[in-house]
């Protein structure tokens, strides 16, 4: 009979109330399961003593066998301090408290050996253990002791409360004996032989109690596959329910206006990137369910025109798109950039955003409704109720980062049944992130630039250097370059970092005098209209440089401007620095990005210079980004269940991580119910981690 591991955790022998009450606040250990899954952090050799001679000055956990021969107060600034002289055959040691001083006089022994179990310090002249872990020998000898002694997350409290590693691995010990350490299988069969994986009984003992390095290597590997095997389980089904469930339109047809298009009007041809990428969607428009993709590809890759084309499909069949991006200036220029792409094909688009003004704004609602507006695009504008479209049949949203999920949703709102729905993004998403958070959602990469581009030369410079790098600005706009120069805005400091850019603004102005050099300033505080008449001119050519803050951070394409220079470089985050340097490096023409510091600098700055200068593989600067900040950073908030992994690591164990999806579809594929006898373990484990909403935090 196996225990039921729904059991609160105060019945477990040893657990009494109180510590049933800490280990429920402190560790969110509420019953045997939940204590089963407490997995060790670390691992510590106990079978290796020291003698005090043996010491160390560098070392950590040591375990030494002695006796305390006397105890002495020292009086120090605040308080007291207890110090007991323990010794061995070999000499002597000092053991220190800072508190609960009076307890340790009472419950130590004088004179018997004892196990102690700690960090040495040098101090004085001599070894000494502040508040080591202490162990009767005789007891000691009683206990399971192991090269690879657990230890467990614990916290402050917990180990105020006297509820140190020890006890929490005495209190596992227990758990083991009233189970007798045999827990229902969650695998199947063929999973287990096929990847040679040990058993869950098995894996959680030596997970905690590791008989060998080799057995608690399995032991990590089988559960690390258990854990992300459920969560891929989880989302592939919510995405295969999705789909039986919401009926997108069907596109039959690829017609007239995508083939004329793709005949004659097309400006270059598609890299294969971009050929497979039509493919899928393609495919996915076609099928009788609503398409929910992200489109993932490097700045300057090329989706605008796959955003085109896959919206001249919805045209084909009958139905109006609509393309949202999240600033005034994107809309603008995806809007001018597909009117000139689509200006021999007899197509209706406008743009919709704050600024429109109100009688456009009528005339456009007007011809939405009546179906003889094709296409729409704008910023969160088209979000609002008074737009309604006759028959929206797919909607884009590009730069999807800056949109949250319930904005998603209401673009799904806009009609009786979701139009299809295709989210662009320019940050790469490093692919084990991608899996785990969006593993709802399907995934196109656009993982080629257009040929004929130049890489981008990326340089570090410090502000004295900035002579030498104006001189650079003045050669390249002699040159006919455009230059960026970029400054950071961070909400919280808008006021300062305002100034910083007029005050840039003002030296350069001076370092590059009218009229032989025009300036562009654009930055948050300026009306729509003026940021626009700006962004023109230097789009246009009438301006060499554009001074700006982040604003220019999306999409901005001047092919023509070849110079991004990023002020207080060590301000920005990875992916912010790569989106800006994507800017440049549009044109045939040589491109350069230069980053400038001051001198002071923090390590994780310096990795993300280092790494800008080093590549510029979206992909790689993400996987950088998503091990200097962590999943949760990433992703916002929103996303953090991903952080509640119980024992995998997204970054160290990806391999892990892409086997268990490969296996959860394989599973799924064969068997879409989990109907199969074969099967019996696996289903009963995901309805069992359903009913206890463990797995379920991780959708938002
Ligand atoms: P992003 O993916 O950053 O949105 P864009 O769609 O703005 O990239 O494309 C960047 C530039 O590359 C544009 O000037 C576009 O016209 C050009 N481009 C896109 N695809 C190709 C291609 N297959 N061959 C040549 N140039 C291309
Ligand atoms: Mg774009």
Redesign the pocket.
């Known amino acids: 009979m196996i225990t039921n591991l729904q059991t609160p955790i105060d019945y477990l022998k040893g657990v009494g109330p109180n510590r049933a009450d800490l280990l429920r606040t402190e560790l969110g250990i509420h019953t045997y399961q939940d204590l089963i899954n407490l997995f060790p952090n670390r691992y510590i050799d106990r079978t290796q003593y020291y003698k005090i001679n043996q010491l160390q000055r560098n070392n950590t956990d040591v375990q030494v066998i002695g006796k305390i021969t006397e105890f002495k107060e020292v009086a120090q600034q605040q308080g007291k301090r207890l110090v007991a002289t323990f010794q061995d055959d070999t000499g002597l040691m000092e053991l220190v408290w800072f508190r609960g001083q009076k307890w340790i006089r009472e419950s130590i022994k004088l004179n018997t050996n004892y196990v102690i179990f700690g960090k040495t310090n040098w101090f004085n002249g001599r070894f000494s253990m502040p508040h080591p872990e202490m162990e009767l020998l005789e007891e000691h000898e009683k206990n399971l002791r192991s090269a690879m002694q657990p230890v467990y997350p614990s916290t402050e409290k917990l180990s105020n409360k006297g509820i140190t590693n020890r006890v929490i691995s005495k209190i596992m010990q227990q758990l083991f004996l009233e189970t007798n350490g045999r827990f229902s299988e969650t695998l199947s069969e063929n999973i287990l032989s096929e990847l040679k994986l040990i058993s869950k009984s098995d894996a959680l003992f030596n997970v905690h109690f590791p008989k060998t390095q080799e057995l608690l290597a399995r032991a990590q590997y089988r559960l690390k596959f258990e854990e992300f095997f459920y969560i891929q389980l989880q989302l592939i089904l919510k995405n295969l329910i999705h789909k039986s469930k919401i009926k997108g339109f069907p596109f039959e047809k690829v017609g007239t206006y995508f083939n004329t298009f793709f005949k004659d009007h097309l400006?270059?041809?598609?890299?294969n990137a971009?050929k497979r990428v039509l493919k899928e969607i393609r495919a996915d428009l076609g099928s009788n369910a609503q398409m929910n993709r992200l489109l993932q590809?490097?700045?300057?890759?090329?989706?605008?025109?796959?955003?085109l084309m896959s919206m001249l499909i919805a045209l084909d069949n009958g139905f109006q798109a609509c393309l949202m991006a999240p600033t005034e200036i994107l809309s603008v220029q995806h809007y001018n950039?597909l009117v000139e792409l689509c200006n021999k094909l007899n197509i209706s688009i406008k743009i919709l955003t704050g600024s429109t003004k109100t009688s456009e704004r009528t005339k456009i609602h007007e011809s939405l409704e009546n179906g003889e507006l094709d296409i729409l695009i704008g910023t969160h504008a088209l979000l609002e109720n008074k737009v309604k479209f006759k028959n929206l049949g797919l909607a884009i949203i590009?730069e999807q980062h800056r949109f949250g999920v319930e904005q998603r949703s209401k673009l799904w709102k806009k009609n009786t049944s979701p139009p299809h729905v295709l989210i662009?993004t320019?940050t790469p998403i490093p692919r084990t992130l991608a899996m785990s958070v969006y593993g709802d959602l399907d995934i196109s990469i656009?993982d080629e630039l257009?040929?004929?581009r130049k890489s981008i030369k990326t340089v570090h410079r410090y502000d004295k250097n900035r002579l030498n790098v104006f001189k650079f600005i003045r050669d390249e706009i002699a040159k006919g370059r455009q230059i960026y120069i970029v400054y950071p805005l961070i909400q919280e400091s808008e006021t300062m970092d305002y100034k910083d850019l007029m005050d840039g603004y003002e030296s350069i102005s001076r370092d590059f005098p009218l009229p032989n050099y025009q300036i562009s300033i654009v930055h948050g505080k300026m009306k729509p209209a003026d940021k626009d008449y700006e962004m023109q001119r230097f789009i246009k050519g009438e301006t060499n440089i554009m001074v700006a803050t982040t604003v220019i951070e999306v999409?901005v394409?001047v092919?023509n401007a070849s110079v991004m220079i990023i002020e207080s470089a060590e301000r920005f985050g990875l992916s912010q620095l790569h989106q800006l340097r994507?800017r440049v490096g549009?044109s045939a023409e040589q491109s350069y990005c230069i980053l400038m510091t001051s001198h002071k600098l923090s390590a994780d700055s310096k990795t993300r210079l280092e790494t800008m200068v080093r590549t510029s593989d979206g992909f790689e600067i993400a996987e950088v980004d998503l091990r200097l900040r962590g999943p949760g950073d990433i992703m916002g908030t929103q996303q953090s269940g991903v952080l509640n992994l119980k024992i995998a690591d997204l970054i160290k164990d990806k391999d892990i991580l892409q086997n268990a999806r490969f296996h959860a579809k394989k599973v799924l594929n064969s068997d879409p119910m989990l109907s199969n006898t074969e099967n019996k373990a696996i289903l009963n484990t995901y309805q069992e981690l359903a009913k206890f909403k463990n797995i379920w935090n991780y959708i938002s």
Not at 267 to 271: A, G, S, V, Y
Not at 297 to 307: E, N, Q
């Open positions: 400006p270059f041809e598609l890299t971009q590809g490097d700045v300057g890759s090329g989706k605008t025109i796959v955003a950039n590009d662009m320019a656009i257009p040929p004929g999409g394409n092919p994507g549009r």
